[in-house]
């Protein structure tokens, strides 16, 4: 779902990486398709690392909404330079959302 929000802006703002460029406020489906395609796959790459570095030590339910904010955050700011960006930062965005709210939340009770 991020992935097709954060491509939809790109095509919105006139950034798609298209040759020719799209006009600027127009959405393709094929690019939301592709968005949800890159999105899953990316995002089962840092679901997984995030899960495995910060997520379990907090718990998931606190995770999900700064972690989604952190994605579109990221991913919008990327998006003003280009597709590619918008990737990378996304996921920045979710990594630094993550680790701000570890350090919020204070060190993990011990099992």
Known sequence: MCGSLILSF?????????????????ISWA?????V????????IAGALG????IYQIGLRPTILPAFLGTILGGFCGALAGPPLAVLTGMIGFFVALVLLRLKKGEPKSP
């Open 10 to 26: 790109c095509y919105l703002i006139g950034r798609s990486g298209d040759t020719p460029p799209a006009p600027a406020w127009t």
């Open 51 to 54: 899960y495995l570095l910060i």
């Open 31 to 35: 690019a939301v398709f592709l968005g």
């Open 37 to 44: 395609v890159y999105g899953a796959f990316f995002g089962a």
